[in-house]
């Protein structure tokens, strides 16, 4: 029987299945991350090995840095995996790799890593999208969280407002015109000389800062849920040097604290309009005869998730937790320490994905530049 064969009727076996226990292995960028998960659900050992301190000294990623650092951590990362979670590879039912979007010298060794392991072993191999990892790190912190949701996803190259229609469909309904947000509080950090990544020291030093010392443009776009974060980063970089070339001290609690507040305000105000708009669609569309009954769907609770590196943002969590209130929403976010990458929240997308049958084949390749929905950036 050939691999192919052989991995297809395991997984068929999987379905409907208690218990089914996934590997999963994260290379996409600058972390080296294993994971066992169980049912989707549960998290069994989730190991991260961060490369922050090799690309520190460079300001940002280096990609060869990146590839070889994986390389070198990804047996050890996967080893520690499943000793964490108490188990051999041969009790593992199956194995997940992202595939893209990202790095693709990072990605091609966490895909070669997990093609040669699932050859050599004998099991189904799933590829999953990075993106789709994050929005589904909200499985594994919120056990009662099912589509349909709304999702804002933001992280250090996607700012994205989706609908998930089901487990692995989506529906874009807005996205930045140019950074993603994560990728401009990298910038902005930069210019207050902040190492990388500027996003969590941004955080940090805005939350002694006073967020109304400086006005920062409010971001113009055509599309009611797109967003824009370039012109709102030239501005802030131009207020920061004009305080430089005044020889005046750079204010960079305050600073960081204006930027932050201007960041956030855009991501939810943009959020809140698809909520309401959602909201007034799902009036609209539902029957009379249930409004006469008094079960009317118009007053289905709306499910707002959050997903990626910034939602580990603290004003961003503050300020959509009173938004969802005011709005009557249901908010979900990851814990802290699964919005930014890991090998857990890839696990988990790949569970649905290997219950639909969804399985990468030893031909499976990177693919950097993959996208979430058709249409998106
Ligand atoms: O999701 P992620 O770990 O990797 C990508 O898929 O991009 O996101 C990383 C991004 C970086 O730009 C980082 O600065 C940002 O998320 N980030 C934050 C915070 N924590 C991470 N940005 C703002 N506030 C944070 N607390
Ligand atoms: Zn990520």
Not at 51 to 72: C, F, K, N, T
Not at 179 to 185: K, Q, R
Not at 239 to 244: A, P, S, T
Not at 343 to 369: F, H, K, Q, T, V
Request: with cysteine.
């Amino acid at each position: 029987m050939t691999y192919q064969e052989t991995a297809r009727r395991k997984a068929e076996a999987l379905r409907g299945a208690t218990g089914v226990k996934i590997l999963a292995l994260e290379t996409s960028c600058d972390e080296t991350a294993a994971a066992v998960i169980e049912d989707g659900r549960k998290i069994l050992s989730n190991v991260v090995f961060s490369q922050i301190d090799l690309h520190e000294l460079y300001g940002g990623v280096v990609p060869e840095i990146a590839s070889r650092a994986h390389m070198e951590a990804c047996d050890r990362v996967v080893d520690q995996a499943l000793r964490e979670a108490g188990l051999e590879l041969a009790e593992i039912d199956a194995l997940a790799v992202t595939k893209g979007p990202g790095l693709v010298g990072a990605l091609l060794t966490g895909v070669n890593c997990m093609k040669g392991l699932a050859f050599a072993a004998g099991k189904p191999l799933v590829g999953v999208n990075h993106i789709e990892g994050h929005v589904s790190a909200n499985f594994l912190s919120h056990p009662d969280l099912e589509p349909p949701f709304l999702c804002l996803v933001v992280s250090g190259g996607h700012s994205h407002l989706v609908e998930v229609r089901e487990y692995g469909e989506y529906r874009l309904l807005g996205q930045t015109m140019d950074d993603a947000a994560g990728e401009a509080f990298d910038k902005a950090a930069r210019v207050l000389g902040l190492p990388y990544p500027g996003g969590p020291r941004i955080d940090a030093l805005a939350e002694e800062g006073n967020p109304e010392a400086f006005q920062l443009p409010k971001p113009k776009t055509e599309g009611r849920f797109d967003y824009s974060f370039s012109g709102l980063k030239t501005a802030f970089i131009n207020l920061v040097h004009g305080i430089e070339q005044r020889g005046e001290p750079l204010p960079r609690a305050d600073l960081a604290a204006c930027f932050r507040r201007a960041v956030c305000t855009e991501l939810t105000e943009k959020a809140r309009a698809v909520i309401s708009d959602h909201r007034s669609v799902v009036r609209k569309g539902s029957d009379l005869r249930s409004q006469i009954s008094g079960h009317d769907d118009g007053d289905r609770e709306i499910r707002f998730a959050m997903a990626g590196g910034v939602s580990a943002n603290r004003e961003l969590r503050r300020m959509a937790a009173k938004m969802c209130e005011t709005l009557g929403a249901k908010l979900y976010m990851p814990e802290i320490h699964l919005c930014t990458d890991n090998g857990a929240m890839i696990g988990s997308a790949a569970y649905y994905r290997l219950m639909r049958g969804e399985l990468a084949e030893l031909s499976l390749n990177a693919e950097p530049a993959l996208r979430l929905v058709n249409g998106d950036q």
